[in-house]
């Protein structure tokens, strides 16, 4: 059972490539394609490695230890979403012009800080099997993977930077993320005691877990 | 390897107006008995003759022209506009043309419909660097300022978008410094390129495209275009243009199309032609270099951007 949900959330983690394959060639995907695609790869990297960051703190509010078991598949969704956003940059949006490309890479901040942002999460994902848990020893690799704080942050910057107007989803990760990382920094037994052992009881009182 | 194409407009690209002279003599009268009862919400056919293509450049198809839009009263999204404009009611519509003229006339847009139509196809060249060739019809900026004569102290010409928070949702936050203002010098503003538009391939102005009058500058980046306008104001100062408050280091007074002038966070070397895959070269003021350039002689357009 606990299986067969784990994998309907693997395959539910592949419904926006799916839409978006489905959009694309039925040119539901606005009248410049490339573009969107662009943008909604850039947009679903981000909102799953901002989920992968929620799911810590959320288990401490409400308990629920199973959901730490979808951290490294929602992480790894993210890097995949995060690689066809830089893929679509490449391939739909520059057309391969890597003269452009260069230009943007040392000009333009915001691609620098969107590139960084991707380097910093190769070896992430390099580091997300067991084996090379162990190799690394538990205490290296979550003094590596606290990158994963970094790289949205990253993200929700390059985000901001580029849009031309509406900064209300940048602000939405961004403020998204220093929550997160705030329950993370300050002692998060603290934390959990004293404002969510009132919650969780109440919680627990009318949902019977 | 990039093949430039060579595309300065030909001769025959502009429509002769005297062709339409003509023809409107004929049919005004049928065209302003079609015009008297539309529905403004829907479409309706104007009276023109269709100009000839523009070579390499096909016309993108209306679908895309009414479903990929800025036009921020209606929204953020590109698709907003078209999922909201259709509230906009365009009648009454009045244009108030005054200013420093000596005939200050406020006129119906009904009387602007009975203006000497005519289709120019052009090109059309957003600062986002994307762009679309789209078959407008209008009139002449210059025909309409003749009609008010123009005084000495007359330099720049200002417009003024219509301010309805109630059926412009967009309004109803302070995303931009509302209503929206443009501004050109009065020598672009009479040049023969300036439209005001009101249709596209042969009907009146989608809302969404900014009915149900607006002007095409098409040398210009698109936002100089300004949509639904209810004011033009003639002046001897340099008015203010809302991009140009809202990030004065992106977009210039001019904005002119510039492939050699990035803006600062994105090239303008290129553009993706709506439909196209390749991206091609921008061309400098997008392909009317010789009709314009002379307006800029001596001028640093790295400075004037």
């Known amino acids: ?209 | 390897m990039l093949i430039r194409h060579v595309n300065e407009p030909r001769e025959s690209e502009v429509t002769d107006r005297r062709l339409y002279a003509g023809r409107r003599g004929i049919l005004a009268g049928g065209a302003a008995f079609a015009l008297a009862g539309l529905t403004p919400a829907r479409a309706a056919p104007l009276d023109v003759t269709p100009a000839a293509p523009l070579p390499n450049d096909k016309t993108t198809p209306l679908d895309k022209i009414t479903s990929y839009n800025n036009f921020y009263e209606f929204g953020y999204g590109k698709d907003d506009p078209e999922a909201y404009a259709g509230k906009l009611t365009t009648r009454p519509w009045l244009v108030v043309v005054d200013g420093a003229c000596q005939k200050p006339t406020t006129f119906a847009i009904e009387d602007l419909l009975r203006m000497n139509l005519q289709q120019r196809i052009y090109r059309h060249r957003c600062v986002e660097a994307w762009s679309m060739v789209i078959p407008w019809v209008g009139f002449p900026l210059a025909d309409l300022l003749a009609k008010v004569e123009p005084t000495g102290s007359a330099k720049y010409v200002a417009f003024k978008t219509l301010l309805r928070p109630a059926e412009m949702p967009g309004q109803r936050s302070a995303s931009l410094s509302w209503p929206y203002v443009e501004g050109l010098r009065l020598d672009e503003a009479m040049h023969d390129l300036t439209l005001l538009a009101v249709g596209i391939y042969g009907e009146t102005l989608p809302n969404q495209d900014g009915a149900p009058i607006r002007l095409v500058t098409p040398w210009k980046y698109g936002f100089k275009g300004i949509k639904s306008i209810v004011a033009i104001h003639l002046q001897e100062t340099q008015p203010a243009t809302t991009w140009n408050i809202e990030a004065p280091n992106e977009y210039g007074f001019y904005a002119n199309v510039n492939p050699e002038v990035d803006h600062p966070r994105w090239s303008q070397a290129k553009e993706r032609r709506i439909g196209e895959f390749s991206r091609r070269d921008t061309l400098m003021f997008n392909g009317y270099a010789e009709q314009v350039a002379p307006l800029y002689a001596g001028m640093d357009l790295r400075k004037n951007f």
């Not at chain 1, 969107?36 to 308990?63: A, D, H, K, N, S």
């Not at chain 1, 380097?119 to 020893?137: D, E, F, Q, Y």
């Not at chain 1, 949205?152 to 509406?166: E, M, N, Q, R, T």
Request: some cysteine; aromatic content about 16%; proline content about 5%.
């Open chain 1, 1 to 209: 059972m606990r299986r067969a949900v784990y994998w309907m959330v693997w395959a539910a983690c592949l419904l926006p490539l799916a839409c978006a394959v489905y959009w694309f060639f039925t040119d539901q995907f606005t009248a410049d394609p490339f573009k969107r695609t662009l943008q909604y790869m850039g947009e679903w990297g981000l909102r799953f490695l901002v989920i992968g960051l929620v799911l810590t703190p959320l288990r401490g509010i409400t308990g629920w230890g199973w959901l730490m078991q979808y951290r490294r598949t929602i992480g790894l969704y993210g890097v995949f979403y995060v690689t066809l956003h830089l893929l679509a940059y490449v391939v739909l949006d520059q057309t391969f012009d890597w003269p452009a490309i260069l230009k943007d890479l040392t000009k333009r901040p915001y691609i620098m800080i969107g590139m960084a942002a991707f380097v910093l999460l190769v070896p992430l994902a390099v580091t997300s099997t067991n084996g090379m848990i162990k190799r690394l020893g538990g205490r290296n690799w979550r003094r590596l993977h606290r990158l994963a704080y970094v790289i949205p942050i990253l993200g929700a910057i390059h985000y901001a930077l580029l849009v031309k107007l509406d900064e209300t989803w940048p602000i939405f990760y961004g403020t998204l993320i220093a929550i997160v990382l705030a329950l993370r920094v300050l002692p998060p037994k603290q934390i959990n005691k004293k404002f969510f052992a009132s919650f969780l009881q109440k919680r627990r009182k009318s949902l019977l877990f």
